[in-house]
Structures are given as structure tokens and as C-alpha cells.
């Protein structure tokens, strides 16, 4: 019993140390000239006060650009302040190219005004089904944000018979895919075949959180309540083109801490 109740304690103590205090930071490289900082699913946790923590890490990274694949804050939030102060910040750091993810999409019609001034008064580049292009030394890359139909993460109240996503699906929302570098920011990753059909070089992707629960590094959940997903977290290779999940930052996590990940492409 001692041993047994020894054990349930280290536990604990891990679980509130992964939730509470670590922050790690996962390099990826996958080229060279370009570096990236990829955040996702902050929802509604603090890392310092004003996610000063978080912030002093992607600023150490020094990064060229950063890309926010959805959710910075949950649909159940009463105060953006936190969110805000981070997302200011980030800003001051590097171009920051953002989505909505399905909380955005779904948060309550008191805090949706808020969101959405929030977002104007501040120099984030949100891209709803749209694209914008940046040069960075001399490299053009095209970027487009994806805002999947709501109906990928719940239908009439529930996590079955949900829609897909293909290729003409993205096609219809963005358009063809062009010529040159292409990156995409699609909240959701379970369509990265899709995503590459039409054509993205690089897809950036969140919303698993690492699958909630790692086993040995098998992804135990999906928020649609799923066992085992596929796409939870790192990089993926479809016939060339990369999709790149995030395990993200917040909502509650076991043996999957959150991570800030830094891409050089």
C-alpha cells in the first residue's frame, strides 16, 4: 500500500509539473533559409502572467515568421487579457499568420464582438479562407488560412457522421492552388492528404493536442473522441508535401507536454 500510494503521488506530481510548469521546444528541420515558430491551441493557459514565458522562448528562436493554426483561446473564455497580451507580443517579435481554429468559430455570441475587435486592434495577419504572400530573403512564400466548415469537429450536437474535407473541397474555399512556395494553415489535420492534393508545400495543423494522452508515443484521443488518431503530432510526408501538427499548448495533457515548435525550411 505504501509503495502503491508512493506511486499515485510521483503521478500526481508529474501531472501538475506537465500542466503547470513545462514548456518545451521541438526543432524540425526540413530545409534551410526560412525559420518558422509554430504555435497552436493555446486555449487558456498562462504561461507567466501575459504568456511572458512563452513569449521569451519564440523570441529566443529568432524566427522569420510566426504561424498560429488555431484556437489562441477556448469558446468558454470570459476574459481575453491573456490571449491579448500574448498575441501583442507576439507581434512585436515577427509576422504572425493566424486562423481561426473551432473554438474561434464556436465561442459565445457575449465574447464573439470581443474576439473580433480584439483581432482589429492588434497586427496579427488573420486569414479566413484567404491568402497573402511575403518575401523573406528573396524566397516568396504564398500563405493561405483555411476555415474548414464547422461541421469537421461536431454535427447537431454531436462527434458522428462528420463532413470531410478533399481536394475540391479546399479548392472551392481557396481556389486553385498556385505556382511556387505554398504554405497552408489548416486547423484541422486529419485531411493533410487533402491538403497536399491541392497542393501545399508545408501544412500547418493543431487541434489534437498530441492526442491528449502519449503511450509510448501513440496518441491515445481526439477532442472528437476518438481512440488512436492519426496526425497528432510532427511532421508527415505525403508523396513530398509536409503536413505539421503541433501538439499545441494548452487544455489538460499526460506524457504529451506542451511545445512551441521551430521549423527551418
Same mark, same amino acid.
Given at each position: 500500500m505504501i509503495y502503491f500510494l508512493l506511486a499515485v503521488t510521483v503521478f500526481l506530481l508529474y501531472a501538475l509539473f506537465e500542466n503547470l510548469i513545462v514548456l518545451t521546444v521541438r526543432h524540425e528541420k526540413l530545409g534551410s533559409g526560412i525559420r518558422i515558430v509554430h504555435l497552436s491551441d493555446l486555449h487558456k493557459r498562462h504561461f507567466g502572467e501575459g504568456n511572458s514565458r512563452l513569449c521569451r522562448k519564440v523570441r529566443a528562436e529568432k524566427p522569420d515568421i510566426i504561424i498560429f493554426s488555431g484556437d489562441l483561446v477556448s469558446r468558454?473564455?470570459?476574459?481575453?487579457? =491573456?490571449? &491579448?497580451?500574448?498575441?501583442? !507580443?507576439?507581434?512585436?517579435?515577427?509576422?504572425?499568420? *493566424?486562423?481561426?481554429? =473551432?473554438? &474561434?468559430?464556436?465561442?459565445? !455570441?457575449?465574447?464573439?464582438?470581443?474576439?473580433?475587435? *480584439?483581432?482589429?486592434? =492588434?497586427?496579427?495577419?488573420?486569414?479566413?479562407?484567404?491568402?497573402?504572400?511575403?518575401?523573406?530573403r528573396g524566397r516568396v512564400l504564398k500563405i493561405y488560412g483555411l476555415m474548414e466548415h464547422y461541421g469537421v469537429y461536431k454535427k447537431n450536437g454531436s462527434y458522428r457522421d462528420l463532413d470531410v474535407i478533399d481536394k475540391a473541397y479546399v479548392e472551392d474555399k481557396l481556389g486553385k492552388c498556385p505556382d511556387g512556395e505554398v504554405l497552408l494553415i489548416a486547423h484541422n489535420p486529419f485531411f493533410g492528404k487533402a491538403y497536399a492534393e491541392w497542393g501545399a508545400d508545408y501544412t500547418f495543423s493543431g487541434h489534437v493536442h498530441g492526442g491528449i494522452v502519449r503511450l509510448f508515443g501513440v496518441a491515445m484521443l481526439s477532442p472528437e473522441r476518438k481512440f488512436f488518431p492519426e496526425y497528432s503530432k510532427g511532421v508527415y510526408d505525403f508523396g513530398g508535401k509536409k503536413l505539421l501538427v503541433s501538439a499545441g499548448l494548452g487544455k489538460l495533457r499526460l506524457f504529451c507536454p506542451p511545445e512551441i515548435v521551430v521549423y527551418e525550411i
Open positions: 468558454s473564455i470570459i476574459t481575453l487579457s =491573456n490571449a &491579448e497580451a500574448a498575441l501583442r !507580443e507576439l507581434c512585436e517579435i515577427a509576422p504572425v499568420y *493566424m486562423i481561426y481554429g =473551432n473554438h &474561434e468559430q464556436s465561442i459565445s !455570441e457575449e465574447m464573439r464582438g470581443e474576439l473580433e475587435a *480584439m483581432f482589429e486592434r =492588434n497586427k496579427q495577419i488573420m486569414l479566413k479562407n484567404q491568402h497573402t504572400t511575403v518575401n523573406i
